[in-house]
């Protein structure tokens, strides 16, 4: 079982950037694909951005793109997402996914591991 544990939300206003963290529990997941997800109040969760295992490849929604970075450090166990520019329409929980065979897939069922999320609020 992994256990994944996001940081780094918080409010900031448009314009401004934060660092999202996911990290597992009680496992190593440089082996998994991981991607971030987000739901706004109301809405249905989305896929914003995907990772191999090995880093080498990435992909975005379209709303993201030149904004948001997907990033991963595997000796620290740990994927990152770099936000910047952001807007008041980027205001979500945050949750990362992670599943040995996918990284890009973007139906939420896909997903074998979640974690509970981290709420981002953007101002205007």
């Known amino acids: 079982q992994v256990q994944l544990v996001e940081s780094g939300g918080g409010l900031v206003q448009a314009g401004g950037s934060l660092r999202l963290s996911c990290a597992p529990s009680?496992?190593?997941?440089?082996?998994?694909?991981v991607a971030w997800f987000r739901q706004a109040p109301g809405k249905e969760r989305d896929f914003v951005a995907g990772i191999s295992w090995s880093g080498a490849s990435t992909d975005y929604v379209d709303s993201v793109k030149g904004r948001f970075t997907i990033s991963r450090d595997n000796a620290k166990n740990t994927v990152y997402l770099h936000m910047n520019s952001l807007k008041p329409e980027d205001t979500a929980v945050y949750y990362c996914a992670a599943d040995r065979y996918k990284w890009r897939v973007r139906t939420t069922t896909a997903w074998q591991y979640w974690g509970q999320g981290t709420q981002v609020t953007v101002s205007s």
């Open positions: 009680g496992r190593t997941f440089s082996s998994y694909g």
